[in-house]
């Protein structure tokens, strides 16, 4: 197959499972004695690819002491399963507001959790600061997703009523699916996220609705990304962005998967009138900029895409964080995908260049750029791509064959010999006559085009062929 036959992103932006019945089962673990405080000073400061949860003591103000800020760093800690995935630390104190983000830098925490409690209400403020790069692409999705609005530090005001066991349960829960979605490990996030919806207060203080709403907010979204870009379930994902956006309509976040889930479902009038909204509010937002394009090029309106893309790069280009350059790298990507369909081939393979410069290196961009440089006769730039995206996805027999074509039309005979016969055995590897079928087919045809191109090939071209028909029986 074709590296760009598969490879579409969404209109717009883009692992077992672990049971309820697992996540529920953490709950019911005999819990230890709490572990004692730690001094700041004591703290070692996350790795890498640490996921660091700070949980301070919450201050009393009134009814019976009890240290709700210990137990639910120890019912982390108690959820078995999930071990490995974070670490949690108790501080000795209650940091003040203006010392939170000096704390979250030294040690680089991704949550920082802090409270008061009295006889009847808890209160808590959750400070996450998400990781500087995109979750990682599932290992069968199309392309990354660019649903995520920003990566600034968000804080939320939270409350459970004093009188449940464990009442900052669903917080829990809503901390693990975290940890989880920033590693691309998205059914174990979904299971997190539903339960810790289930484990909401079913009753909220009007003077603390709000607050949180945008909380509530934050989980559907979360949700709704995972059932859209990530399992395609766009039905599903519109009615968790619908909901998300009702709870807080100053998410852009929220707006954006909305608008996204409208695109895919042939709405895209909907999803214009929506985001053109949204625009007052963001007037600064590429990713509004970006799905406009998205829209406008799929609607066949070459200009107006080409100028939205425009501001999207101007936008993103003067930043250099590293969340904006994958996202700059991402937009490059569909802008060279929307040449691609124009048949400007030359601008196309400029923009999945261009990607691939600013640190993007998924079999997406690989596969599109190599074939695009092979339909201009760039074979050793064919060649280099179309490589990468194989060892990437052994998997593959498209990709294996595209790879053998390329080395094939570059002159390296005996590379593209070996590199047939692979694809030929992986192919073979398919129980399904009419998969391993297509897979030939398609693998034929690519080298009947090029002996059109090519004739001075033709005699390794029909060589080769005799292999594929034998291999087809």
Do not use: C
Request: proline share 5%; hydrophobic share 40%.
């Amino acid at each position: 197959m074709h590296g760009n036959d598969k490879l579409r992103l969404g209109v717009i932006f883009g692992g077992a499972v672990i049971s309820i019945a697992l996540l529920v089962a953490g709950v019911l673990l005999i819990r230890a004695a709490f572990s004692p405080v730690t001094k700041a000073r004591d703290i070692t400061p996350a790795g890498p690819d640490e996921f660091l949860i700070l949980v301070a003591p919450f201050r009393h103000e009134g009814g019976e002491q009890y240290d709700f800020g210990a137990e639910l760093a120890n019912d982390l800690r108690q959820t078995s399963h999930y071990q490995g995935a974070y670490r949690v630390e108790n501080l000795d104190y209650a940091p003040p507001e203006k010392d939170i983000p000096k704390l979250a830098q030294t040690y680089r925490a991704r949550v920082i959790v802090t409270g008061v409690y009295d006889e009847r209400n808890i209160d808590a403020w959750v400070y996450f600061i998400p990781p500087d790069a995109l979750p990682p692409l599932a290992s069968d999705s199309e392309g990354r997703s660019l649903l995520i609005s920003d990566f600034a530090p968000v804080r939320y005001h939270i409350y459970a009523p004093r009188g449940l066991g464990h009442p900052l349960q669903y917080l829990q829960y809503w901390i693990i699916g975290q940890t989880h979605f920033w590693r691309g490990e998205y059914d174990e996030a979904l299971s997190a996220f539903e339960l810790s919806q289930r484990l909401l207060p079913t009753v909220t203080p009007v003077d603390r609705r709000t607050e949180m709403d945008r909380f509530v907010s934050s989980l559907l979204w979360a949700q709704g990304y995972i059932t859209g870009p990530v399992q395609a379930d766009w039905p599903a994902a519109r009615d968790f962005f619908y909901r998300s956006v009702t709870l807080d309509p100053h998410s852009l976040a929220a707006v954006l998967g909305l608008a996204a889930s409208l695109a895919q479902l042939n709405e895209p009038d909907r999803a214009v009138d929506i985001l053109q909204a949204a625009l007052r509010e963001h007037p600064n937002a590429w990713q509004i900029y970006f799905a406009l394009a998205e829209i406008k090029a799929q609607q066949g309106k070459r200009d107006e895409a080409l100028a939205l893309y425009e501001q999207a790069i101007g936008l993103l280009s003067v930043t250099n964080r590293p969340v904006d350059q994958q996202a700059l790298a991402d937009v490059y990507f569909n802008r060279g995908y929307y040449y691609y369909q124009q048949n400007d081939l030359t601008q196309a393979l400029a923009d999945y260049q261009q990607a691939l410069a600013l640190g993007r290196n998924d079999v997406y961009l690989l596969s599109n750029l190599g074939w695009t440089a092979y339909l201009l006769g760039d074979y050793e730039t064919a060649v280099e791509a179309s490589s990468k995206a194989a060892e990437l996805a052994s998997n593959r027999p498209d990709l294996a064959f595209n790879k053998a074509l390329h080395l094939l039309a570059a002159g390296r005979y005996d590379e593209a010999r070996q590199a047939y016969d692979e694809a030929i055995q992986l192919t073979l590897q398919y129980d399904d006559a009419l998969v391993r079928s297509t897979y030939f087919g398609v693998a034929y045809y690519d080298l009947q085009e090029l002996a059109a191109r090519r004739p001075d090939l033709q005699p390794i071209i029909s060589e080769i062929q005799e292999k594929i028909d034998i291999a087809n029986g």
